[in-house]
């Protein structure tokens, strides 16, 4: 049993992705589905997914349910709201009240388009981050590696919710450094409640560092930093395909852990996210 811990899906004819601009993400700029998914999913051995939020837009996130409680692939979703309102508590409830309510495991805000580098560490935010701890939630970050220190420290203020550092925290891929991405993220995983996914990393590269060798040194990074129990396998569906298709996206990941244990690897991509995401 494998889980892919994190992929989107999105219909234009609902609303705009108004993040896709540039003729890099123009192949994107379609509709992607689950049933898109679902094959390619299937055929590399993958039978539950975690499908992530997009856009700061509150109607997402029930549509996202929804859609995750028609289909048996998805496991799980993160979603998102607005930290900052003074009744997210309330609003994550009724978030769970509506239909696919139960298939939320998580919240994520796209900390990586805010100014502030502390943005995690203001007032209002470390009163939304408490309520998603308080109902059981999983919080998702999406950051810069500039943003990392502060990722830090918002694990520090709230030991009882698992942080979960998407794409490796964004390592400088494409330029083959790796400092100060990797003293960053070694602090952020010195805290016991965080989590990080091996994703993203073939979108963060330029089309000369694709190779397993040049994608290495930040996976073996965040391995040693996190080890297997803390790592989770995710494709980063659609989005990846602007640099290689799923089953590529898949042997990438199987290579890059391929000196880990059996139970390591399991782990990796399994075991990780069914614990952190309540799946």
């Known amino acids: 049993m494998s889980v892919d811990a994190h992929h989107h899906v999105w219909d234009l004819s609902v609303r705009d992705q108004d993040w896709l601009v ?51 692939l998805v496991a799980g979703v993160v979603g998102w709201t607005d930290l900052t309102r003074p009744d997210v508590a309330e609003e994550l409830a009724r978030l769970r009240d509506l239909p696919g309510g139960g298939l939320l495991k998580g919240v994520r805000h796209q900390v990586q388009g805010e100014r502030d580098p502390e943005w995690l560490l ?51 891929v494409s330029t083959g450094a790796a400092e100060p991405w990797a003293a960053a993220v070694r602090e952020f995983a010195a805290r016991p ?8 990393l073939v979108t963060e590269a330029d089309p000369a560092r694709r190779t397993p060798g040049d994608l290495r040194p930040y996976a ?32 990438m990941a199987e290579e890059l852990t391929a000196e880990l244990a059996e139970g390591e690897r399991q782990a990796v991509f399994g075991g990780t996210a069914s614990r952190v995401y309540g799946l």
């Open 220 to 251: 073996d990074t965040v391995l040693e930093a996190f080890g297997p129990a803390r790592l989770m396998f995710g494709s980063d569906w659609p989005v990846c395909t602007t640099a290689a298709t799923y089953a590529q996206v898949v042997s």
């Open 122 to 172: 203001r007032p209002d935010v470390r009163r939304g981050l408490a309520a998603v701890a308080d109902a059981g939630l999983v919080h998702d970050l999406v950051v810069l590696p500039h943003q990392l220190p502060s990722c830090a420290r918002a694990a520090d203020h709230h030991p009882g919710l698992a942080f979960v550092l998407d794409h490796l925290g964004k390592p400088p």
């Open 193 to 200: 409640n965080t989590v990080c996914k091996l994703s993203g």
């Open 22 to 72: 540039g003729p890099e993400l123009e192949p994107l700029r379609r509709n992607f589905t689950i049933a898109d998914l679902e094959p390619e999913a299937r055929a590399a051995g993958v039978d539950r997914t975690v499908l992530v939020q997009t856009v700061t837009v509150a109607e997402e996130t029930p549509e996202l349910l929804a859609l995750a409680d028609r289909a048996p």
